[in-house]
């Protein structure tokens, strides 16, 4: 084995407290710094990354279910284990992994079913659908992101 890096610790260091939010995210470099700045504004520190192609989509239209069921395995043991109440998760204007898609409609929707996916699977864990577009961080709300829809 060949070390490539040193530090200094006796174990791997815990956060301070829990960390209570996650974020799924696209991969997009485009959108990449964004995540951090958006997370100081909501005044989130630390927050636990989920960086995937497509963001909410490979829960929604996954090209292998095995995707979907890796992203799910995932929420679920961050959520159930490390102690994560908030789930942010994302689709954005003109993504690669949507064909590029310059449709805000198509990503609503998306995000939609996404949302529910999401709130029906996991009742305990808050879901906060987002849209990113050139404008903006949008929240996207609506009786279909909920667990009752
Ligand atoms: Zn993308």
Redesign the pocket.
Known sequence: MEKLFDFDCTKLEEPVGPISDAMLW???RR?QGLRGKFAAHLGIGQHVPLII???IKKIVAPKFPRDAELLMETIALIHYKLGVRRLFAMA?LH????EGSSDPTYYHTLLMKGGRILARRFPSLEIKPIFVDCKGVHLIQGPAASAAA
């Open positions: 696209c991969v997009d959108i192609p497509g963001g954005h993504c690669a992994d949507c």
